[in-house]
């Protein structure tokens, strides 16, 4: 399916979903709807037995109104009493009673145009000229037997199957449109739930994971006043930018590209000051002018780097932290791997935290991401890359 076919296809799906069929489909409203359905067949039938059939005005009239109640009284039987009854009498039965209602309801028509035919009979009408000359006459003269005969309903199904599938189409076809307008809004508002959900577990997060990270801060920040290093207002400044990047500006859905990069860069140099010089912490970040336009919803890499810190530089033989990101063609690409110590399980190393993201991903990023994690031979390997959107 081509990149248009899908934004139609989304933008479609949206507005039927928007659609609001309870507000629009008041009893009022509804019987308005049916009266124009069974108006304007009444008028296409009258028309079709004035000039098919070359009928005068009168005994046009007659058989349009024989005709229209014969059809309703059967689209109404078989779609508010058969129906209900039928969806009511569970699942295994659906399709049997479904079958039983049509040689039914073949019957019904068949018997009551019957009826008809015997009451325009002894009120004294009759067609007296065109191709239906008599045609009353010659119904009335059959028994009751006779004009439900099986011969005589196989003969009439395709016309009544013709006569009434366009009235059945209609509603079946509003029908399905109801329904799954409903259960396009039922999907939205559990999306929208579990997204709720979601920021209510990244802010949980967040609660726990600031004070753990300021706890190492704030140590390095006083072993650095102590030496009186010139680094301790840069550091003070990264500290800074990250506290209110995570408190303030990351509680939108999307934010910057740029300013996410520049959260993950302050996060990193801060981190990098609990060890020494010497371990293999490798930082690659894009262009910022690859940056521009771009938006991505936040913390959403935070997790894995938090945890690359939390279990890497172990007591492996090889320490390292290789983080990676590329920007190319409006997708974020995202490969983090880090040493892991062979005492720390997947579940341990992955917790609360991937489950969130791994969510946040599939409510956000709906087959627009891949996400691969692997737990290899003393390594831990975070593979992720997001279709980004262009605006905020």
Not at 256 to 276: D, T, V
């Amino acid at each position: 399916m081509s990149q248009d076919t899908q934004v139609f296809s989304s933008y479609l799906t949206s507005k039927i979903a928007e659609f609001d069929f309870e507000r629009l489909y008041t009893k009022t409203n509804r019987l308005l709807l049916h009266v124009c359905m069974w108006f304007t067949f009444s008028v296409l039938l009258l028309l079709s037995y004035i000039l098919a059939y070359k009928l005068s005005l009168f005994n046009a009239v007659i058989l349009t109104i024989r005709m229209t109640t014969v059809n309703m009284l059967v689209f109404y039987l078989f779609f508010y009493v058969l129906l209900p009854k039928i969806l009511a009498g569970g699942r295994n039965k659906i399709i049997i009673l479904l079958i039983i209602s049509l040689p039914f309801l073949l019957f019904i028509w068949i018997a009551i145009t019957y009826f008809f035919s015997q009451l325009y009979h002894a009120l004294g009408f009759e067609i007296e000229n065109g191709e239906l000359k008599g045609a009353i006459k010659m119904s009335a003269d059959q028994t009751f037997l006779q004009a439900v005969s099986f011969k005589r309903m196989i003969s009439q199904a395709f016309i009544v199957i013709s006569i009434l599938s366009p009235f059945f189409f209609v509603k079946i076809l509003f029908e399905i449109s109801k329904l799954y307008s409903k259960t396009l809004k039922i999907q939205q508002e559990k999306a929208s739930l579990e997204i709720e959900n979601i920021h209510i577990e990244k802010n949980f997060l967040k609660a726990q994971l600031n004070p753990h990270f300021l706890f190492n801060t704030l140590n390095n920040l006083y072993g650095l006043a102590i030496k009186k290093d010139p680094a301790t207002p840069d550091v003070i400044v990264n500290l800074s930018d990250i506290m209110s990047y995570t408190l303030y500006e990351s509680n939108t859905e999307k934010v910057s590209l740029q300013k996410e990069l520049e959260f993950i860069k302050n996060y990193s140099e801060l981190e990098k000051m609990r060890y020494p010089a010497d371990k293999k912490i490798v930082l690659h970040l894009p262009d910022e002018n690859n940056l521009i336009g771009l938006y991505i919803a936040p913390l959403l890499t935070f997790t894995f780097i938090e945890n690359a810190f939390k279990y890497g530089l172990s007591h492996n033989k090889e320490q390292f932290i290789y983080l990676s990101i590329k920007i190319e063609d409006n997708q974020f690409y995202f490969h983090l791997e880090n040493d892991v110590d062979d005492h720390v399980s997947q579940k341990e190393f992955g917790g609360i935290g991937i489950a969130n993201v791994q969510k946040r991903l599939q409510l956000l990023y709906p087959d627009k991401h891949e996400l691969r994690i692997e737990n290899l031979q003393h390594k831990f390997v975070v593979s992720l890359k997001i279709n980004l959107t262009t605006h905020g």
